[in-house]
């Protein structure tokens, strides 16, 4: 009886998706925007069923994976200065901010490095969808741009498995920071080697045509990653982001991909939703404020961030301000961390809550901001050198004393 509710209530939130879906497809608005906001509106009906928590834990381990699989240890060997110092720029202006935030809120020390997180890290699923959307690919900023995205998904994983091994192991001190820092070092470090090593190997496993097991061989080492990361009290997320950067090296990584796409999309949907179903409705009016003013501060903050990218990397000062703006929008990554580990809702600012509104908040307009960054940026250059020319003659006429 119980499993056949829960169906029912999947069945139910499946449809409330596609519908909303629809929408969201006609206002060219974010998926997880509108995701979130069908989960708020069905927990007044549905309960959130252990069949929808267990597939939203399977939305993090498959969109962990898929994002592993983007990339490939080589490539990020060839190019890791650009990475490195891009993402370093952007890790340095936005991290700290949102600790300050946790700080002034009153939150401990482990909810306020997820908040330093959740400011901090731009949803790559929304800004890659706006650079193909906008046909920005061949913008002079985009390069920067990816960059930056990988630099921030790889701190974020890692930074993940550092959250969640702290919080298992049960208490903040240097002996236990030390020991977790040695056991996600360790289990990079393996799949890392076994990547740049074993590629022929891997290749020779997967070399599989028959559709149904290759499906199933994938699926296992997912699975089994993920359970090995929980294991040794790391995340399974990063168990399930490490097994795609070992296949990321392969030749079956494109089929891979599309084997496991439509499990990444459907679990990923509920994922949002069962977050949505899990904001508590009282604290959401008071967090508006907060979450406006985290906002406009974590903007601006990643638009200088950008800005001084793209002069370190001589951008005109146009494609500068480009770079800045298409970091805006937040999303998956910052929902992750804010359901990682257990919140007190019993805190005047949850958590979980304060993240639902800031990343509804970013998503929409961030994406907005984004597809009109050409607008903004004229208009803020054009305001500069109005300034400029101002200075140009009240100096010239203070030299000639004309009045």
């Not at 907005?368 to 500069?384: A, G, L, N, R, Y």
């Amino acid at each position: 009886m119980i499993v056949n509710e829960s169906v029912l209530s999947l069945g139910i939130s499946l449809l409330a998706l596609f519908f909303a879906g629809l929408l969201a497809t006609k206002i060219n608005q974010s998926l997880i925007a509108i995701f979130i906001v069908v989960g708020m509106i069905l927990q007044n009906f549905l309960h959130l069923t252990i069949i929808t928590e267990f597939i939203a834990t399977l939305g993090i381990i498959f969109m962990l994976f898929m994002f592993g699989l983007e990339f490939s240890v080589g490539s990020l060997m060839n190019n890791q200065k650009k990475i490195f110092y891009s993402g370093v720029y952007d890790l340095l202006f936005n991290f700290p901010l949102g600790l300050l935030f946790g700080w002034l809120l009153g939150y401990d020390l482990i909810q306020s490095l997820l908040l330093g997180g959740i400011v901090y890290v731009t949803s790559s699923v929304i800004v890659a969808k706006s650079i193909i959307d906008l046909k920005r690919s061949a913008n002079p900023e985009t390069e920067y741009i990816l960059n930056i995205l990988i630099f921030e998904d790889m701190f974020i994983a890692t930074f993940l498995a550092f959250v969640v091994g702290i919080v298992n192991y049960g208490e903040v001190d240097a002996k236990s920071i030390f020991l977790v820092m040695l056991k996600t070092s360790a289990f990079f470090m393996f799949f890392i080697v076994l990547a740049r090593t074993s590629k022929k190997y891997i290749d020779k496993v997967l070399d599989i045509d028959h559709t149904e097991l290759f499906v199933i061989l994938i699926l296992s080492i997912i699975v089994f990653s993920a359970g090995a990361a929980a294991k040794i009290g790391l995340s399974e997320a990063i168990g399930a982001f490490l097994a795609g950067l070992l296949l990321s090296e392969t030749k079956q990584r494109h089929k891979i991909s599309e084997a496991i796409k439509p499990f990444q999309q459907f679990s990923t949907a509920i994922f949002f939703v069962a977050f949505g179903m899990s904001i508590d409705y009282k604290h959401f009016g008071s967090l508006i404020p907060i979450g406006i003013f985290i906002f406009v501060l974590s903007s601006f903050s990643k638009i200088f961030g950008g800005y001084l990218v793209g002069k370190k990397y001589a951008l005109s000062n146009k494609a500068g301000l480009r770079l800045g703006f298409s970091l805006i929008p937040r999303g998956e990554f910052s929902i992750i961390l804010a359901g990682t580990i257990a919140m007190n809702h019993s805190t005047p600012y949850p958590l979980q809550c304060l993240t639902g509104v800031y990343v509804l908040i970013s998503a929409i307009l961030g994406s907005i901001i984004m597809k009109e960054s050409d607008w903004f940026t004229k208009w803020f250059i054009e305001k500069k050198q109005d300034q400029a020319k101002e200075m140009e003659h009240i100096d010239s006429n203070s030299i000639t004393g004309s009045p």
